[in-house]
């Protein structure tokens, strides 16, 4: 059970999921029609050009779509991707729209709830241009949350409707449900689409815990597409589909739209298939700053949809003020093909192609050191039970400044990690776990944390989480960000030393985690990711293991995860499994976050955006300053 590809069979025998069957047969007749007879019936819709083959290759594209959720959602494959051809988000049930004729995702979802049983089911739409049919078919429908991001530039853009706006949330039952963010400049970036991720789209998407993730797949919205004339590097889509497969338990069905930059599109397919198949994806590249523009149009969102949204209900949703890109003076320099814009973005994917060359794929995907023989887990083929050790002479002058490495079975744990670090950062393997001593987790994670820095990484971040001191000589210096989530302190010695507690609920720890913790890490863009569970850490497994699958993305999959052993056998099973790329358990039902949690987080953003771009979601004049918290009880 793995990834399905599904890019060409005859599903001639499907039986479309379609209330107009007058438009279905109409568009059956065009395989019989002349030339000049296609051309007026194509002159009848918007953006349309009907050929005798339409209606096949339709067909096929609808079949794809159905056949990729039939595999999912019976087992047969843990997630997949349809590479089809028409696209499908702009038809409706009885309208060619767009290049689209039918809508294949908004077929796949109606298939999903109606052969399946499925009652809850998230489309995520990032082609460039509205999906405005997907939006018509499901807006009075609760049981779909369609998310869509396009380029608007406040309606002067395709397919110019005001329904494309944040305003535009759903119909009767379904008000809360469809969710537009509109881009109203173009040149949005990593930053910005990732920004959109982790403030707008993830917060619903969790709350909302869906059954299936669809992804109208358009890669129009990435670097050198003359249609979206956005930012986007390849791997971009490899991050925002790692995170959704973090949903769902990991079922994922991925159909493609638009795309009219052939190298960038095959580029960006490859990296979403790479982050498909749970293999370690690229680290982002450029400065983690969203624009102003982007900025506004996220706040706007939240703004929208807090009536809706429990996580959002308690964050300030202070109105837009006055929009960076209000004016309506003319319209974008269209990117002509070659063209400097265009030229740079052959650059830039050309750079990136030098760069994948340079780093192979580690041998090892996920290796586990573990110290007493009888708690070993059964672990995929590319997975490590490690026995290997750094020489003993090496570990003791490691171990030296600390009693709690002492102990034999302790020393022998950290011989172990100075090991797996060594092969993480040499490249050979991708993650790893190490099980120690509890009383020794905090000095083996001081060992770690030096021996990282002298060893190649030159940015580690660590979260540390339970009775774990920070090391009193840890230096500020940018190399290393640490986040201590224990007790009650909630503060920010300085940009790069963070304390705050654990939050108390399920919506709590999400906000953490979106608002918090991957901010910082997508800002840090670190080499290594260390996350250390110390005694009392309090964390429930389904919870660690969300926290080390996110934390897989900012650091190109280099995660190392050090825990107590007295939680080793089942812990260290559910880290070890979402550290190879499967989807980590759910959280359980969703809690809303409680005021102190919310007070924290809003403090703390406070006190690190002019450090840390990533945690805004707001534009500059409507930051959400934050007072000092309350003590925590």
Same mark, same amino acid.
């Given at each position: 059970?793995?990834?399905?590809?599904?890019?060409?069979?005859?599903?001639?025998?499907?039986?479309?999921?379609?209330?107009?069957?007058?438009?279905?047969?109409?568009?059956?007749?065009?395989?019989?029609?002349?030339? &000049?007879?296609?051309?007026?019936?194509?002159?009848?819709?918007?953006?349309?050009?009907?050929?005798?083959?339409?209606?096949?290759?339709?067909?096929?594209?609808?079949?794809?779509?159905?056949?990729?959720?039939?595999?999912?959602?019976?087992?047969?494959?843990?997630?997949?991707?349809?590479?089809?051809?028409?696209?499908?988000?702009?038809?409706?049930?009885?309208?060619?729209?767009?290049?689209?004729?039918?809508?294949?995702?908004?077929?796949?979802?109606?298939?999903?709830?109606?052969?399946?049983?499925?009652?809850?089911?998230?489309?995520?739409?990032?082609?460039?241009?509205?999906?405005?049919?997907?939006?018509?078919?499901?807006?009075?429908?609760?049981?779909?949350?369609?998310?869509?991001?396009?380029?608007?530039?406040?309606?002067?853009?395709?397919?110019?409707?005001?329904?494309?706006?944040?305003?535009?949330?759903?119909?009767?039952?379904?008000?809360?449900?469809?969710?537009?963010?509109?881009?109203?400049?173009?040149?949005?970036?990593?930053?910005?689409?990732?920004?959109?991720?982790?403030?707008?789209?993830?917060?619903?998407?969790?709350?909302?815990?869906?059954?299936?993730?669809?992804?109208?797949?358009?890669? *129009?919205? /990435?670097?050198?597409?003359?249609?979206?004339?956005?930012?986007? %590097?390849?791997?971009?889509?490899?991050?925002?589909?790692?995170?959704?497969? @973090?949903?769902?338990?990991?079922?994922?069905?991925?159909?493609?739209?638009?795309?009219?930059?052939? &190298?960038?599109?095959?580029?960006?397919?490859?990296?979403?298939?790479?982050?498909?198949?749970?293999?370690?994806?690229?680290?982002?590249?450029?400065?983690?700053?969203?624009?102003?523009?982007?900025?506004?149009?996220?706040?706007?969102?939240?703004?929208?949809?807090? !009536?809706?949204?429990?996580?959002?209900?308690?964050?300030?949703?202070?109105?837009?003020?006055?929009?960076?890109?209000?004016?309506?003076?003319?319209?974008?320099?269209?990117?002509?093909?070659?063209?400097?814009?265009?030229?740079?973005?052959?650059?830039?994917?050309?750079?990136?192609? *030098?760069?994948?060359?340079?780093?192979?794929?580690?041998?090892?995907?996920?290796?586990?050191?573990?110290?007493?023989?009888?708690?070993?887990?059964?672990?995929?083929? *590319? &997975?490590?039970?490690?026995?290997?050790?750094? !020489?003993?002479?090496?570990? &003791?002058?490691?171990?030296?400044?600390?009693?709690?490495?002492?102990?034999?079975?302790?020393?022998?744990?950290?011989?172990?990690?100075?090991?797996?670090?060594?092969?993480?950062?040499?490249?050979?393997?991708?993650?790893?776990?190490?099980?120690?001593?509890?009383?020794?987790?905090?000095?083996?994670?001081? @060992?770690?944390?030096?021996?990282?820095?002298?060893?190649?990484?030159?940015?580690?971040?660590?979260?540390?989480?339970?009775?774990?001191?920070?090391?009193?000589?840890?230096?500020?210096?940018?190399?290393?960000?640490?986040?201590?989530?224990?007790?009650?302190?909630?503060?920010?010695?300085?940009?790069?030393?963070?304390?705050?507690?654990? !939050?108390?609920? %399920?919506?709590?720890?999400?906000?953490?985690?979106?608002?918090?913790?991957?901010?910082?890490?997508?800002?840090?863009?670190?080499?290594?990711?260390?996350?250390?569970?110390?005694?009392?850490?309090?964390?429930?497994?389904?919870?660690?293991?969300?926290?080390?699958?996110?934390?897989?993305?900012?650091?190109?999959?280099?995660?190392?995860?050090?825990?107590?052993?007295?939680?080793?056998?089942?812990?260290?099973?559910?880290?070890?499994?979402?550290?190879?790329?499967?989807?980590?358990?759910?959280?359980?039902?969703?809690?809303?976050?409680?005021?102190?949690?919310?007070?924290?987080?809003?403090?703390?953003?406070?006190?690190?955006?002019?450090?840390?771009?990533?945690?805004?979601? /707001?534009?500059?004049?409507?930051?959400?300053?934050?007072?000092?918290?309350?003590?925590?009880?």
């Amino acid at each position: 059970m793995g990834t399905a590809l599904v890019y060409h069979e005859d599903m001639m025998a499907t039986r479309l999921l379609w209330d107009d069957l007058e438009y279905v047969a109409l568009v059956q007749r065009t395989q019989a029609l002349s030339k &000049e007879e296609l051309q007026v019936l194509s002159g009848q819709y918007d953006a349309i050009y009907f050929h005798p083959s339409t209606f096949h290759c339709a067909r096929l594209a609808v079949g794809a779509a159905l056949q990729l959720v039939d595999a999912v959602l019976t087992g047969a494959a843990h997630n997949g991707l349809a590479l089809v051809r028409p696209p499908g988000h702009h038809s409706q049930r009885a309208a060619a729209n767009g290049f689209c004729v039918f809508n294949n995702v908004a077929i796949a979802a109606e298939h999903a709830k109606r052969k399946h049983g499925l009652h809850r089911i998230l489309i995520v739409d990032w082609d460039v241009h509205h999906g405005q049919g997907i939006q018509y078919i499901f807006e009075d429908d609760p049981s779909v949350l369609y998310f869509s991001w396009h380029r608007h530039e406040h309606g002067r853009f395709w397919p110019f409707l005001r329904e494309s706006n944040v305003d535009a949330v759903g119909q009767g039952p379904g008000r809360g449900f469809t969710v537009n963010l509109p881009w109203n400049q173009v040149g949005m970036g990593n930053a910005d689409y990732l920004a959109a991720f982790l403030h707008t789209l993830l917060p619903l998407a969790f709350e909302f815990d869906p059954e299936l993730v669809l992804i109208s797949a358009g890669f *129009d919205s /990435a670097i050198g597409d003359p249609e979206g004339q956005m930012q986007a %590097t390849p791997e971009c889509f490899a991050h925002l589909t790692r995170l959704l497969q @973090v949903l769902a338990n990991g079922r994922v069905c991925a159909v493609l739209e638009g795309g009219y930059h052939l &190298e960038s599109l095959a580029q960006s397919v490859c990296m979403m298939v790479q982050a498909l198949l749970g293999d370690p994806v690229p680290p982002l590249s450029g400065p983690m700053v969203p624009c102003q523009s982007a900025l506004e149009s996220i706040h706007s969102v939240r703004m929208a949809q807090a !009536p809706y949204w429990m996580s959002l209900q308690q964050q300030d949703v202070a109105s837009v003020l006055s929009p960076s890109t209000n004016s309506l003076e003319g319209k974008p320099v269209v990117l002509l093909p070659g063209g400097p814009t265009c030229e740079a973005a052959a650059t830039t994917l050309s750079s990136f192609l *030098d760069r994948q060359n340079l780093c192979p794929m580690p041998h090892v995907r996920t290796a586990v050191a573990l110290t007493a023989p009888d708690t070993a887990l059964p672990l995929p083929p *590319d &997975e490590l039970c490690q026995e290997g050790s750094a !020489p003993r002479e090496e570990t &003791e002058a490691w171990a030296r400044p600390h009693k709690s490495l002492a102990q034999d079975e302790a020393l022998d744990a950290l011989g172990k990690l100075l090991y797996l670090l060594d092969g993480i950062l040499d490249g050979q393997v991708s993650s790893g776990i190490i099980a120690t001593l509890a009383p020794a987790v905090e000095a083996t994670l001081d @060992v770690a944390v030096r021996r990282g820095l002298c060893h190649r990484a030159q940015r580690l971040f660590c979260v540390a989480l339970g009775q774990l001191n920070q090391p009193p000589d840890l230096a500020d210096d940018g190399r290393i960000l640490w986040l201590n989530i224990r007790g009650k302190e909630v503060a920010a010695s300085s940009m790069f030393h963070i304390s705050m507690p654990l !939050p108390r609920t %399920t919506g709590g720890f999400l906000s953490c985690i979106l608002g918090l913790v991957l901010p910082l890490a997508y800002g840090f863009q670190p080499d290594l990711v260390l996350v250390a569970l110390g005694p009392a850490h309090g964390l429930q497994n389904p919870h660690a293991a969300l926290l080390a699958a996110v934390l897989r993305g900012p650091s190109g999959g280099r995660v190392l995860a050090l825990i107590g052993e007295e939680s080793t056998p089942q812990l260290a099973r559910t880290l070890a499994r979402v550290l190879h790329g499967e989807a980590p358990p759910n959280l359980g039902p969703f809690l809303m976050a409680s005021p102190e949690d919310i007070q924290a987080l809003l403090y703390l953003r406070a006190q690190l955006e002019p450090q840390w771009k990533m945690l805004q979601v /707001a534009g500059e004049a409507l930051g959400s300053g934050g007072s000092e918290p309350a003590a925590q009880s």
